[in-house]
């Protein structure tokens, strides 16, 4: 095993009024009219599970099913069938996120895949439950354009928590 040449830098703690501002534009895309389209990410779920992972004690459970919740009405889809998957996809992400953070970005989009698929799945039952058609399997594609979205999102979404590369000769961190 090797050591790395640089060595990760301590990120600062998430603001709440920036995890609620992603959250509320990740919300605002999810309920613009191409949600039905193949292929669109539910970017609102996306950033949910970001959180999730980074930040658990501070988005839980109760966050992710207000959420789908507010998707649902937005929508004017059976209500909390979003809300359910949202907290599923929630719970799911508790269960892996010290797992998940030891690994770089395109690995934790590769694990994070299942996550998201088992929550359009979950969604799509409740769906097909209502009796509502099947949409078709592109109805997947959206969870596979969310893990490719992974890495990019992690970035821009920790830019606020990164520390500045000056660092001070008198403080060891």
């Not at 992972?53 to 909390?80: E, F, M, T, Y």
């Not at 929630?90 to 030891?102: D, E, M, Y």
Request: net charge positive.
């Amino acid at each position: 095993m090797q050591l790395q040449q640089h060595p990760q830098s301590i990120l600062l703690p998430a603001k709440v009024n920036f995890i609620v501002l992603t959250l509320a534009l990740a919300l605002l895309f999810s309920l613009l009219p191409w949600r039905n389209m193949a292929g669109v990410p539910d970017l609102a779920a996306l950033v949910l599970l970001f959180w999730c992972i980074h930040q658990p004690r501070r988005i839980g459970i109760g966050i992710a099913w207000n959420l789908g919740l507010l998707l649902d009405v937005g929508n004017g889809a059976l209500l909390g069938q979003h809300a359910l998957g949202y907290s599923v996809l929630a719970f799911l992400a508790f269960a892996v996120h010290r797992r998940i953070l030891w690994f770089p970005l395109w690995q934790q989009a590769l694990q994070l895949l299942p996550l998201l698929l088992a929550t359009q799945l979950l969604t799509l039952v409740i769906r097909l439950a209502a009796g509502a058609d099947f949409p078709g399997w592109t109805y997947f594609a959206g969870s596979i354009v969310c893990a490719a979205l992974w890495p990019a999102l992690s970035f821009v979404l920790l830019l606020p928590q990164r520390q500045p590369e000056l660092m001070d000769e008198n403080r060891p961190i």
